[in-house]
């Protein structure tokens, strides 16, 4: 929701995300229905960070995923928290 006298201007649109700049100085970024409000720097810094796993992606090889046997238990991951979740 918008505060009052609020408005946004697209910054860049693409097929599964959306990043707007309130009138308050708010970046919104949008990827389906998951809404982010970041501060300027942080939007740069998340850029950096998508840029270099694209580049890692593209480096490296996809090898191909290891489905864990029953027997096996979930490995942790570097949150702390099997399969990928967050901790909190």
């Given at each position: 929701m918008l505060g009052q006298g609020c408005c946004r201007a697209v910054l860049a649109r693409g097929p599964c995300a959306e990043v707007t700049r309130c009138s308050c100085g708010h970046i919104h970024l949008a990827v389906g229905p998951v809404t982010l409000r970041l501060e300027e720097d942080v939007l740069r810094a998340l850029g950096h960070t998508l840029l270099e796993a694209i580049q890692h992606l593209e480096e490296v090889?996809?090898?191909?995923?290891?489905?864990?046997?029953?027997?096996?238990?979930?490995?942790?991951?570097?949150?702390?928290?099997?399969?990928?979740?967050?901790?909190?």
């Open positions: 090889p996809q090898s191909p995923r290891h489905e864990p046997e029953a027997s096996e238990p979930p490995a942790p991951t570097s949150h702390g928290v099997p399969n990928g979740g967050w901790k909190q």
